[in-house]
């Protein structure tokens, strides 16, 4: 079966995707979590709307409007200082591409902007590089090009020793 032999997601299979969805995210903030909610459950509600709407189209809606409603609220575009104090201060041990004894928080600070945002949204916010695309309005390939070199960059930065 394809995702267009389904019917829509109903009103309250939404809110339950809205709630996990915002959960995974860890938003500290109460107020902020249940405007991000609202965010996905309008818009997927509104998708819902389209007489040939798909499942995966409601959620991709829905995702793309909480990301949307994050970047606005904490303003987070490369024109503002990003705040990296949610950022954790290692990488998770099961990368092995990443030199895993790095203080994030100290070396994030040298990077350059969109550098600084796809990290943030990767390791701050727990997404996935997809929902990372979606959010800086990039491609997913792209985004993995960014976090690559700016991984490459924070391994050089703490080899020169500037990161002890």
């Not at 107020?31 to 909610?37: K, L, P, T, Y």
């Not at 994030?104 to 550098?115: G, N, S, V, Y």
């Not at 943030?120 to 690559?148: C, K, M, N, P, W």
């Amino acid at each position: 079966m394809t995702d267009r032999d389904y019917p829509p997601y109903t009103t309250d299979e939404i809110i339950a995707l809205a709630e996990k969805y915002v959960a995974r995210l860890s938003i500290s903030d109460a107020d902020m979590r249940e405007d991000a909610r609202a965010e996905y459950v309008a818009a997927a509600w509104e998708a819902s709307q389209k007489p040939t709407v798909t499942r995966s189209y409601q959620e991709t809606r829905g995702t793309g409007a909480t990301i949307d409603y994050l970047k606005r609220e904490m303003k987070w575009n490369s024109k503002t200082q990003m705040d990296v104090d949610e950022l954790p201060t290692e990488m998770p041990v099961d990368d092995p591409q990443f030199y895993s004894g790095c203080d994030l928080t100290e070396a994030i600070e040298f990077l350059p902007d969109q550098m600084r945002d796809v990290m943030l949204f990767r390791y701050a916010h727990d997404l996935t590089q997809g929902e990372t695309a979606q959010g800086l309005g990039l491609s997913q390939q792209r985004v993995s090009q960014i976090e690559a070199s700016a991984k490459a960059l924070v391994r050089e930065w703490f080899l020169a020793g500037d990161g002890e």
